[in-house]
């Protein structure tokens, strides 16, 4: 089954459930009626037949009922039960901002002509799907709607969708977004990025993941430039309860993973992650300073690094790929760690981080806790973020 197919699989699934409950809240509410008119039936004194008319004019407006339900609904959403929920949860505010901006789109809607065309580059644009996402996606749309003869918002809607996803899926057919593991083996990662964007925090969540696992893992503070640095990652490693190597502020970081690298061997370590600065202001003493890391960890162990995990922060939208697309210029990326998925409404750089920099993301962030740290499944991504878009045509 493609994406696309499965998207309308899980919305058609959805409008069922909705049916459901709506009937259910149908039923209830006519029993309850019939229960409250045998009531009434019996005692017939003038309070009680006051009383039962407010109850029958509050049972007249399901809407109440509903609004009751919707509530309920919201309220377990927002229980962090389990990974899936969390990851519903974290992209809430991407699908509210999809579906306004299509809700924009259609509202003007009067034909589908080259002003309509220019409108929907901008609306993809402003969610975030990248620039070049954007002009093709309505390129392709265009054609589609020749030939379809497409007219209806609905099918118009659908079909954008459709473009996007079947888009995504197309450029995703080489990526692997599994981490590199190394099977009864030393992992190293080296996480590089720009300060603030969540190197630190990923690491520590990711320590606490693979420990709980049983694994035997290492840090290594190599962000040697602020005492901050070393002592954030100290911090982490407290609670993931795992060892930190670590060396004097202002030391040469290189030197640190070095030490690590030895520490790792000696302890036969299943992983080791590297923490390094994102202070450095040109490419050039950022790609000096990640290369002769890379050499320490190579001379070391020839396989090493299995990543070289880049971190970025999607609440900066259009910077984070600006990021991205540097740091891959200066050294070989392997993956994103997309963080700050949470509260923001700029998941659709998902997409434009797929078709326009190639790079997998292999870990989203989706809060501050040592728990809030997921595997990306590109699958559930877009499936989530499309499925409530989709019009019944
Ligand atoms: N909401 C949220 N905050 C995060 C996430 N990841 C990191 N942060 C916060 O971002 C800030 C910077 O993180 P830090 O790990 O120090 O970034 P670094 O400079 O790249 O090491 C901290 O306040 C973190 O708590 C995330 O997934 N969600
Ligand atoms: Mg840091």
Excluded at 64 to 74: P, R, V
Excluded at 163 to 192: A, C, I, R, T
Excluded at 222 to 235: H, K, N, P
């Amino acid at each position: 089954m493609g994406l696309f197919d499965k998207i309308k699989h899980a919305f058609v699934k959805d409008k069922e459930e909705e049916k459901q409950t709506e009937d259910t809240t149908q039923e209830t509410i006519e029993e309850e009626k019939a229960d409250e008119t045998a009531e009434t039936d019996v005692a017939k004194s003038p309070e009680t037949e006051e009383e039962s008319e407010e109850t029958a004019e509050s049972t007249d407006f399901p809407v109440d009922e509903q609004e009751e339900i919707e509530e309920i609904e919201k309220e377990t959403e927002e229980e962090p039960a389990d990974t899936q929920k969390k990851y519903e949860k974290g992209l809430s505010k991407t699908r509210k901002t999809f579906k306004d901006r299509m809700n924009e789109l259609f509202a003007n809607f009067r034909s589908v002509d080259e002003d309509f065309f220019e409108e929907v580059e901008n609306t993809l644009i402003g969610a975030d799907v990248g620039f070049d996402t954007s002009m093709r996606i309505a390129d392709e749309l265009r054609e589609e709607v020749k030939i379809k003869n497409a007219k209806k918002p609905a099918a118009v809607q659908n079909t954008i969708i459709e473009k996007l996803v079947d888009l995504y899926e197309e450029e995703g057919e080489m990526e692997v977004n599994e981490l590199n593991e190394q099977q009864n083996d030393l992992s190293v990662f080296l996480f590089v990025g720009v300060n603030g964007t969540g190197k630190t925090t990923s690491i520590g969540k990711l320590a606490h993941q693979y420990r709980q696992e049983g694994k035997k893992v290492l840090l290594a503070a190599a962000d040697t430039f602020r005492a901050g640095a070393i002592d954030q990652l100290v911090q982490w490693g407290e609670r993931a309860d795992v060892e930190v190597v670590r060396g004097n502020t202002g030391s040469d970081p290189a030197s640190v993973v070095f030490d690590a690298m030895t520490r790792a061997k000696e302890e036969q370590a299943d992983v080791l992650l590297i923490d390094t600065a994102g202070r450095l202001q040109n490419k050039v003493n950022l790609m000096n300073e990640l290369d002769k890391i890379k050499r320490i960890i190579k001379r070391e162990n020839p396989t090493a690094p299995h990543e070289v995990l880049l971190v970025v922060d999607a609440t900066t939208g259009q910077n984070a790929m600006n990021q991205a697309q540097q740091f891959k210029e200066t050294t070989d990326v392997t993956g994103l760690v997309l963080t700050k998925l949470d509260g923001t409404a700029k998941g659709g750089i998902v997409l434009a981080i797929r078709n326009e920099l190639h790079l997998p993301v292999k870990l989203v962030g989706l809060g501050e806790g040592i728990d809030d740290l997921e595997v990306f499944d590109p699958n559930d991504f877009v499936v989530g973020l499309f499925k409530g878009l989709l019009q019944e045509e």
